[in-house]
C-alpha cells in the first residue's frame, strides 16, 4: 500500500513511524517519533517494565480512500505496549475506494512488544483493506491481539459492509512463520462460518512468541469456551503459539479479551501493564 500525500481529495494520508529503544538505566522510552493525522499518540508512561503508549485517530474515523502507514520498531531489550483508547471505525465508501491500513512492527533481540487495540468496527457498505506484517528475532516476544465486530449490532448493522480485506505476515529472523490472507464480503460464503457460531459473531485473534508461550495455560484457556465464546489454540512453529476466537457478543468479547490477557501474563510469571483504561 503506498501512502496518500497528507490530503488528497476527500482523503487523508497520514503515517505513523515510532521507534522504542532502552535507556542505560534500563527504561524503555521513545527514542524517534513522527505522526500526522489521522494518526495521533499521547503520552507514555511506564508500568511493570513496560513502555504503555496509546495510538488514537482524532478524526471519527477511516473514510473513503483514507490511507494510514504504520511503521513501529521496538529497539533490543526494550518493551512496549501499544492500545487504543477507542474502537476503530470505518465508514461507508461512498466513491467505491476503499480505506487502507499498512502496518509494520519490527521487534529486537531480546524485546517485548504488546498490541491490544480496541474493537474494529465497520460500518454498513464500509470497504477496508489491512495489511501487516511483523519481523521478531529469535528472542523476541510478542502478544498481538485483534478484535473484528461484525458491525453495528445496535444500529442492527450486522455484516451489512462491503468488503474487508485482511493480509498477515509474521517472520521469525527472516523466516515466514505465519501468513493469512482473507476477504469477508456479504453474498458470498466467506461469512458463513461466522455467522453459524453466532449471529452476530466477534472475532478475535491472538499471536503469542517468546516469553509468552513458555508456560502455555492451554487448559485454562479450554475452560474459558462456553455458550457465549468458542476457541481453539495451538503451536506454530519457531515458538509461536496462536488464539481464534468468536464471541456472541460484544460483552462476551470483552471479557474473553480480559481473561485471556491475564492467563497469558500469568503463565509468564509477569504482571500486565496497565492501559490506562478498563478491558473487563
Known amino acids: 500500500m503506498n501512502p496518500l500525500p497528507a490530503v488528497c481529495g476527500t482523503a487523508l494520508g497520514g503515517h505513523l ?15 524517534r517519533q513522527d505522526f500526522r493525522v489521522p494518526v495521533h499518540i499521547g503520552k507514555g508512561h511506564p508500568d511493570q517494565g513496560a513502555l504503555v503508549l496509546n495510538i488514537a485517530n482524532p478524526t471519527a474515523g477511516f473514510f473513503d480512500g ?35 491500513n499498512c502496518q509494520k512492527f519490527s521487534i529486537g533481540e531480546g524485546a517485548f512488544l504488546e498490541w491490544i487495540p480496541e474493537a474494529f468496527i465497520p460500518h454498513a457498505g464500509a470497504s477496508y483493506r489491512q495489511s501487516t506484517q511483523i519481523d521478531l528475532e529469535e528472542s523476541s516476544s510478542l502478544l498481538f491481539f485483534e ?7 445496535a444500529s442492527g448493522e450486522i455484516f451489512a459492509f462491503r468488503k474487508l480485506r485482511w493480509e498477515f505476515d509474521l517472520r521469525i529472523a527472516g523466516r ?20 453459524e457460531a453466532f449471529p452476530a459473531a466477534h472475532y478475535l485473534s491472538v499471536y503469542a512468541a517468546g ?38 457478543d460484544s460483552l ?5 479479551l ?22 473487563n
Open 252 to 256: 462476551a468479547a470483552r471479557r474473553l
Open 211 to 248: 516469553c509468552m508461550t513458555k508456560n502455555w495455560p492451554g487448559h485454562e484457556f479450554d475452560a474459558l469456551a462456553n455458550d457465549d465464546a468458542r476457541l481453539g489454540h495451538g503451536p506454530l512453529d519457531g515458538g509461536v503459539n496462536v488464539i481464534r476466537a468468536l464471541c456472541r
Open 147 to 153: 478484535w473484528l465486530a461484525p458491525g453495528r449490532v
Open 17 to 31: 513511524r515510532l521507534c522504542c529503544s532502552l535507556r542505560p538505566d534500563g527504561a524503555s522510552y521513545i527514542s
Open 176 to 195: 515466514l512463520t505465519a501468513r493469512e490472507r482473507f476477504c469477508l464480503q456479504p453474498g458470498d460464503e466467506s461469512l458463513t462460518a461466522l455467522k
Open 258 to 279: 480480559a481473561n485471556l490477557r491475564n492467563l497469558l501474563y500469568s503463565a509468564a510469571d509477569i504482571r500486565p501493564p496497565s492501559l490506562g483504561r478498563s478491558i
Open 66 to 100: 483514507d490511507s494510514i502507514d504504520t511503521n513501529i520498531v521496538v529497539d533490543a531489550g526494550a518493551n512496549l505496549v501499544l492500545s487504543t483508547p477507542a474502537a476503530s471505525r470505518v465508514y461507508r465508501t461512498r466513491s467505491g475506494t476503499a480505506a487502507a
